[in-house]
């Protein structure tokens, strides 16, 4: 491939030796795609009831507040039964106490032109101060119930609509409650039906956040010391196999498997477009404290053509040959190179990605 020097310098076009560096070692494993365990929400009713609408199926993506399940919650429908009897029982303290004001006021002036005697005065203010604690008691009784009420998810409004007139009775949609997604991920489970009576200790939903996954590597003992810690890996599944994702190591497991004699490494990877699923079996290459030497190339320099990873070789002042490598690892900004080039050689690194569009070019010319 024949590249004028105006060419090249427009394109930006430099060259760079292939040269032996040391790499730091690596660790090939096999692991298993895992919920984070800190995302993982197991989805119970607050109190027993019965189900009436189920909005969600195994498997549905649900964003963060989203209804899930709809449930006649008994425990609250006896709330609400108790919390209009609490309010109920206050007004009729309050009425008590209106009176008894009336009254002591009456006595006070009355008592002014002694047409009733001191003790009938004191009888009148002992009544008025015993309506008054009656009244913070009913009170009391219904912040009682009303702060349960709360905690079913009720909000201020739905407890002032509560019968607002004394006459009116509830409406039974108030015995509804909802439970609903806590965070935005995919329900995992899902174990309920239309009609069933559900209890407190029924784990009704498992809904998982995959935005971000575990990977379990499975370390054997002998290499658990050369695992770099917060150190990162390349993995790989069957379902992409030409993409690689990246991750960082967080946790190595105290625990040795008796039977395999392999200790669990955790390692925290990006999945927000859900490409990874849970129970994907993966490959895993780690990092480790041991270094190697390897030939390497910038990592601009290796471009992909015909799904093979090629480098461009300058031949001579203008002159450039496509050259098929096998190429390792990626290393910061550097590539591994496992074959395909020879230590001194000169590739293209910034301004390789104009030489293979002049390939290209040429090999459409040639097609036609």
Known sequence: MEIPAAAQTNAGIETVPVASTRLPATLEVTGIVTADESR?????????????????????????????????????????????????SRRQAETDRDVKRTALARAEA??????????ELDVRRAEFRNAEAAVGSAQAGVSRVEEQLHRFGLSDADVAALAPDANETPHRAFSLSTLRAPFTGIVTKFDVAVGEVVEPDKELFTVADIGTVWVLADVYERDISKIQR???VEIRVD??????????ITHVSDLIDPASRTAKVRCVVDNQDGALKLDMFAKVTLGTADQRQALAVPADAVQEVDNVSIVFVRLGPTRFERRTVQDGRRVGDVVEILGGLEA???VVGK???YLKTALLRERIGDEH
């Open 110 to 119: 009355l008592i002014k032109i002694e047409a009733i005697a001191q003790q």
């Open 230 to 232: 917060d150190g990162t």
């Open 40 to 88: 993982v929400a197991h989805v119970r009713p607050l109190a027993r009831g019965v189900v009436q609408k189920i909005a969600v199926s195994l498997g549905s993506r649900v964003t963060a507040g989203q209804p899930l399940l709809t449930y006649d919650n008994i425990e609250l429908g006896q709330l609400v039964g108790e919390f209009l009897s609490e309010r109920a």
């Open 351 to 353: 301004g390789s990605f």
């Open 239 to 248: 379902a992409y196999p030409d993409r690689t994702f990246s991750g960082r």
């Open 344 to 346: 001194g050689q000169q």
